[in-house]
């Protein structure tokens, strides 16, 4: 068999088509009060009901990456991801709201989609984290919509969180959705790993999860159709403009995974930022005004 490899981002950046199941305002077991034993090929694994993971892989040498646990935030039952080894190489724990693999194991990310239509204003959980030095947890959400112009998916919100810090006890993430549109999204992809960099994950690597809920209201990501801003060029090399009648905003630019990579006042109606330090990749561009609770929001491409 291959050495089998995965990457979370590479994982939700190829995601295509929606995995039909009717729309929900929740995640089902989100709590992971509820466990089944699942068989593929024959080979019987537990899961939480609701979830999809990387266990099924134990038919092919790989230990247990996702397991049940009493140790829990609320109820019985809550979840822990870890990033183990086999002799084909290192996997981290991975917990997807849908399917991602065939039956052999072979990652197909056209399954990784599930009916949603709402617009939550962000997703929380509660975790305790033990990343491995050098090593990450990470969670990814993203609601697109299907594009039969494009023949792909549009997104119209990410919400993406990290850590690398030790956190013993649980604690709450509440992580805002960042909204790229006014459209009602169709569908919903989420994935919790315990090794951010599925390529080289850091064995040991831990990530333990309970209550997963989106929260709803107003939020400051929503588009304002009424004022507009200009970035280019897009895609973008060595530097960015800013052009907008209105200041008063700061602007912040933040990498696909949620990470804040700069943060700048406008004071002036054209702002040129440099960014050639930046390394190639996708990025989102935020113009906050906070005391108007206005939000305005772009999608950047860096290219050599």
């Given at each position: 068999?291959?050495?089998?490899?995965?990457?979370?981002?590479?994982?939700l950046?190829?995601?295509?088509?929606?995995?039909?199941?009717?729309?929900?305002?929740q995640?089902?077991?989100?709590g992971?009060?509820?466990?089944?034993?699942?068989?593929?090929?024959?080979?019987?694994f537990?899961?939480?009901?609701?979830?999809h993971?990387?266990?099924?892989?134990?038919?092919?040498?790989?230990?247990?990456?996702t397991i049940?646990?009493?140790?829990?935030?609320?109820?019985?039952?809550?979840?822990?991801?870890?990033?183990?080894?086999?002799?084909?190489?290192?996997?981290?724990?991975?917990?997807?709201?849908?399917?991602?693999l065939l039956?052999?194991?072979?990652?197909?990310?056209?399954?990784?989609?599930?009916?949603?239509?709402?617009r939550?204003?962000?997703?929380?959980?509660?975790?305790?984290?033990?990343?491995?030095?050098?090593?990450?947890?990470?969670?990814?959400?993203?609601?697109?919509?299907?594009?039969?112009?494009?023949?792909?998916?549009?997104?119209?919100?990410?919400?993406?969180?990290?850590?690398?810090?030790?956190?013993?006890?649980f604690?709450?993430?509440?992580?805002?959705?960042m909204?790229?549109?006014?459209?009602?999204?169709d569908?919903?992809?989420?994935?919790?790993?315990?090794?951010?960099?599925?390529?080289?994950?850091?064995?040991?690597s831990?990530?333990?999860?309970?209550?997963?809920?989106?929260?709803?209201?107003?939020?400051?990501?929503e588009p304002?159709?009424?004022?507009?801003?200009?970035v280019?060029?897009?895609?973008?090399?060595?530097?960015?403009?800013?052009?907008?009648?209105?200041?008063?905003?700061e602007?912040?630019?933040f990498?696909i995974?949620?990470e804040?990579?700069?943060?700048?006042?406008?004071?002036?109606?054209?702002?040129?930022?440099?960014?050639?330090?930046?390394?190639?990749?996708?990025?989102?561009?935020n113009?906050v005004q906070?005391?108007?609770?206005k939000?305005?929001?772009?999608?950047?491409?860096?290219?050599?």
């Open positions: 068999m291959k050495k089998i490899q995965y990457s979370l981002l590479s994982i950046i190829e995601l295509m088509a929606i995995h039909p199941v009717s729309a929900q305002k995640l089902d077991n989100a992971f009060e509820n466990w089944e034993t699942k068989t593929i090929n024959g080979y019987s537990l899961d939480p009901s609701s979830w993971t990387l266990n099924r892989l134990q038919q092919f040498g790989f230990e247990p990456s049940k646990t009493t140790n829990a935030h609320q109820d019985s039952f809550a979840v822990i991801l870890t990033t183990v080894r086999s002799a084909f190489g290192s996997i981290p724990g991975i917990l997807a709201g849908s399917p991602f039956p052999d194991g072979t990652p197909n990310m056209n399954l990784n989609f599930k009916a949603f239509s709402d939550p204003h962000s997703i929380q959980f509660w975790y305790k984290s033990f990343p491995e030095q050098g090593d990450e947890n990470a969670m990814q959400c993203m609601l697109t919509k299907w594009n039969a112009q494009t023949i792909n998916r549009d997104t119209i919100a990410i919400a993406s969180w990290t850590t690398d810090s030790t956190v013993l006890e604690s709450l993430a509440s992580i805002p959705f909204y790229l549109s006014n459209e009602n999204p569908s919903i992809s989420i994935i919790f790993s315990s090794s951010l960099d599925g390529f080289s994950p850091a064995v040991g831990e990530l333990h999860l309970d209550n997963v809920e989106f929260t709803y209201g107003n939020t400051l990501a304002n159709k009424n004022i507009e801003f200009t280019y060029p897009n895609p973008f090399k060595d530097k960015l403009t800013i052009e907008m009648e209105e200041l008063g905003y602007v912040q630019l990498s995974l949620g804040l990579i700069l943060s700048k006042h406008l004071e002036e109606n054209l702002t040129v930022l440099d960014v050639s330090n930046l390394p190639n990749g996708i990025y989102f561009m113009l906070p005391e108007r609770e939000k305005l929001v772009k999608k950047l491409i860096k290219t050599i």
